[in-house]
């Protein structure tokens, strides 16, 4: 996995830069604590903190090649996170081109595809990957991130080059880099989504899933290798459930491949207990038992409450299907004290870098993935189901389907988790959000590609289908990522392989859903994997904590950045009678989930600002007539000084 991070200048000598660049690399230490190194040239240098999974006694990085150029420097030098599921096919196509290893690592199986292939290199990968080739006969820097954005690859450019890491700390640990956001920044901040490309910190970007990036001496140029095509689905039934299942069969024992312990994650979920039941029976296979990792919280099972989005609880339905397949089964009980462990809520924060919130399933997770990682270091996991096979109540609600909006926010809104009912409404016109939550949208719906002959139904649903996967997946591959790799856990997905993900995407709805139940698709193709009881269960959501005295600590949070106590950031644009209503609400315990989000959402926005010290710029002082918000001016810099930036945030 790994982390990894540099700085390419062309008007400076980096060379003599090793105190910054270790800065940076340092940042990152919690996504390789096994190794850390870095390589220092002219105009480019590079970092890297080590995850060891494949080929644990070689492969340290950042990897040069053994061949020179003229002046005495490798010919490239490569940094690399993730893992590549083909490198042995690869390995074997480069030895018989004539290329020589001296690792067993896909590592330096990406570093002489680079010097075979140069960039079509990346049509050849099959992975997660971030990585990053300093080529030093062109005097120019290649970075990649894997079809899906699995694997996180942020950049700042700067007037001579640019900054990049697999998190933002490691580019903010650089004095040319500084943490600031204004309107358009906080629209993100605010909104359920991922745009490609945009992050909350201005003059940052993300590399796009897909696209590669090219930085020369003339600026850096963006590509992109992979998209979503339409193309006409001939398969019949049988063949595409067959077709669904060999792609499967050949995905997960592909993402087994790991020379450290590996476990699944399961939560007795259709998509989890799939995945678990391929792993159990690869392991067999090697006459061995796959250990099988769930959460819950105190109480849960026992005093459970069905709601909308979980009809069931998981606890049950984890323990038969472990059962089922003879998998080695932990469940982590979490309670209340845990979730709201102040050390906890900031390794979160410090985790994501990003005001993205899941409320307690974030603090959850990351509880959940720093006590796997004290028997593993890979985890097998289930995400990317509900994206590909259309297993979200937003593909049939007539409401979201008619939706002029990303239909989940749609869905939100209607619940009670609407980002702008909490904030002045003068605020909120003040950055233009509707207008740019619009023209995401347009953006967004541009790039989805039809066949000629759609109806309407079948075009809004491939319409649907490419927004989900494209700006929800995202967000749900963040905090996957960040959420494991805070402990050094890799996280696997073997449902966001991009060759089922490209066969499913072109699948008419009505065969997935053929039986009439959600994924009837992908049930049909698990069908002699599971107990009938998971087959049939109905969808039900990642389990949240039901405690009202969660609920209550968090109103608390909030109505202290409300009230403006310690210099809240966000005190000045919180409407305090929205944030007093929800404060009832949570009194007489009819606070909903998705209201609970919207605290925690907004309470986390304000510890953002805080404790990056984001500055903020542009921010309108716009306000409806006879109202005296308290807001800075136009021209007014808000700077929020409490704690250290980067560091401070991760230990």
């Not at 996957?480 to 709805?509: I, Q, T």
Request: proline share 6%.
């Amino acid at each position: 996995m790994c982390g990894i991070t540099g700085w390419v200048a062309f008007s400076r000598d980096l060379s003599q830069q090793s105190t910054v660049v270790g800065a940076m690399t340092d940042t990152l230490d919690h996504r390789g604590p096994d190794a850390r190194g870095l390589w220092l040239g002219t105009h480019a240098a590079l970092g890297h903190r080590r995850l060891s999974i494949i080929d644990l006694e070689h492969g340290t990085q950042p990897m040069p090649t053994p061949e020179q150029g003229p002046d005495g420097l490798p010919r490239a030098v490569i940094s690399y996170g993730g893992e590549i599921y083909n490198f042995r096919e690869l390995r074997e196509e480069l030895t018989l081109l004539g290329h020589r290893f001296t690792t067993r690592s896909d590592t330096e199986v990406a570093l002489r595809g680079y010097l075979q292939w140069g960039t079509d290199l990346v049509h050849r990968l099959n992975g997660m990957y971030s990585l990053a080739i300093w080529d030093t006969a062109r005097e120019e820097l290649l970075l990649v991130r894997d079809r899906l954005g699995v694997k996180p690859l942020f950049y700042h450019p700067t007037e001579d080059g640019v900054l990049f890491g697999s998190e933002p700390k490691a580019i903010l640990a650089n004095p040319l880099a500084r943490a600031r956001a204004g309107a358009e920044e906080l629209c993100d901040a605010l909104l359920f989504l991922r745009t490609p490309g945009r992050v909350p910190f201005r003059g940052m970007h993300e590399v796009k899933p897909g696209h590669l990036l090219r930085v020369g001496r003339d600026g850096i140029r963006e590509e992109r290798y992979w998209a979503l095509e339409a193309r006409p689905h001939t398969d019949d039934l049988k063949t595409t459930i067959a077709t669904v299942r060999d792609l499967l069969d050949d995905i997960v024992p592909r993402q087994m491949i790991a020379d450290v312990p590996l476990v699944s994650l399961l939560s007795g979920g259709l998509d989890s207990s799939t995945v678990t039941a391929l792993a159990a029976r690869t392991r067999a296979a090697e006459g061995r038992r796959l250990s099988t990792f769930s959460v819950d919280f105190t109480g849960h099972t026992e005093n459970f409450r069905a709601d909308a989005v979980r009809p069931t609880p998981d606890g049950p339905y984890a323990r038969e299907v472990a059962r089922h397949v003879s998998s080695d089964h932990h469940t982590i009980t979490l309670d209340r004290g845990r979730l709201l462990d102040p050390a906890v809520r900031k390794a979160v924060l410090g985790a994501w870098d990003l005001p993205f919130n899941f409320a307690d399933l974030d603090v959850s997770l990351h509880q959940l993935f720093a006590a796997v990682r004290e028997h593993a270091t890979v985890a097998l996991s289930g995400e990317g189901a509900d994206e590909v096979f259309g297993g979200y109540l937003w593909f049939t609600d007539p409401g979201a389907r008619a939706a002029e909006t990303f239909p989940w926010l749609k869905l939100g809104a209607h619940r009670g988790l609407d980002p702008r009912s909490l904030f002045h409404p003068w605020f909120i016109d003040g950055i233009d959000l509707a207008e740019y939550e619009a023209d995401l949208y347009r953006t967004a719906l541009a790039e989805v590609p039809h066949l000629d002959g759609e109806n309407a139904g079948e075009r809004r649903t491939r319409e649907l289908g490419h927004l989900t996967l494209t700006r929800w997946l995202p967000i749900l591959l963040d905090k996957k990522d960040r959420m494991g790799m805070a402990s050094g856990l890799e996280g696997r997905v073997p449902f966001c392989d991009h060759r089922l993900v490209e066969y499913v995407f072109n699948v008419p709805w009505e065969m997935k859903t053929f039986s009439g139940e959600e994924k009837a698709l992908l049930r049909a193709a698990a069908a002699d994997l599971l107990p009938e009881s998971v087959l049939r269960r109905k969808k039900a959501a990642y389990p949240s904590i039901q405690d009202p005295a969660y609920d209550r600590a968090l109103i608390t949070s909030l109505a202290t950045a409300a009230d403006g106590e310690a210099g809240a950031p966000l005190a000045p644009f919180l409407d305090g009678g929205s944030v007093r209503r929800l404060t009832d609400k949570t009194a007489d315990g009819s606070l909903s989930e998705f209201e609970r989000i919207l605290v925690e959402s907004t309470a986390r926005m304000d510890d953002w600002l805080r404790t990056y010290r984001v500055e903020l710029t542009d921010v309108k002082d716009c306000s409806v007539p006879g109202d005296t918000p308290r807001t800075p001016g136009p021209n007014h810099r808000s700077t929020v000084s409490a704690g250290p930036v980067m560091r401070g945030v991760s230990e």
